[in-house]
C-alpha cells in the first residue's frame, strides 16, 4: 500500500494546482475587489506553494525508500519539491515589486511562479503516467 502512495500523492498535487489555479484565484479575482483579493491571494498561495512542495517532497522520500525502481518518479518528485521551493522563496520580492509599484518586475516574478507552477503539474501528470506498477504484466 504504502509503496503506491506516490502515485496518489502525484494525482493529490495535480489536482489541488487544477483547483487553485482553475477555480479558486479567477474566482477571488472576479468575485473580491482589487485590495482584499490582493490580501487574500498574498495569504494562500504560499501555503500553496508549501503544500505542494511537502506532498512532493514526502512523495520523493516515499519512492526513494520503498519503490527502488521508480528512478523517473523520484526525478519529477523531486523536481516538484525545488519548483514550489523556488516558488514559496520569490514571494517576497512578488509582493515587494507589487507594494512599490514595479509592475515590470512583478510580471516577470509572477509569470515565473506560473510557468514554474506549470511545469509542476507536467511533471506530476508525467510521474502518474510513467508510474511502474507491481500489477502490471510484464
Avoid at 509503496?3 to 495535480?14: Q, T, W
Avoid at 516538484?80 to 515589486?97: D, H, K, R, T, V
Wanted: glycine share 2%; hydrophobic share 55%.
Amino acid at each position: 500500500m504504502i509503496k503506491n502512495l506516490p502515485f496518489l500523492l502525484s494525482g493529490i498535487v495535480v489536482g489541488i494546482i487544477l483547483f487553485q489555479s482553475g477555480l479558486v484565484a479567477p474566482a477571488i479575482n472576479k468575485l473580491v475587489n482589487t485590495n482584499d483579493a490582493s490580501n487574500l491571494l498574498r495569504f494562500i498561495w504560499p501555503k500553496f506553494f508549501i503544500l505542494i512542495g511537502f506532498i512532493s517532497f514526502v512523495s520523493f522520500l516515499i519512492a526513494f525508500y520503498c519503490n527502488t525502481d521508480q528512478n523517473l518518479f523520484k526525478y519529477f518528485s523531486f523536481a516538484s519539491f525545488i519548483l514550489m521551493l523556488i516558488c514559496y522563496l520569490i514571494i517576497p520580492s512578488i509582493n515587494e515589486a507589487k507594494d512599490t509599484s514595479n509592475e515590470q518586475l512583478w510580471s516577470i516574478l509572477h509569470l515565473l511562479t506560473i510557468v514554474l507552477t506549470l511545469i509542476t503539474l507536467l511533471l506530476n501528470v508525467l510521474a502518474i503516467y510513467f508510474w511502474k506498477s507491481n500489477n502490471q504484466i510484464h
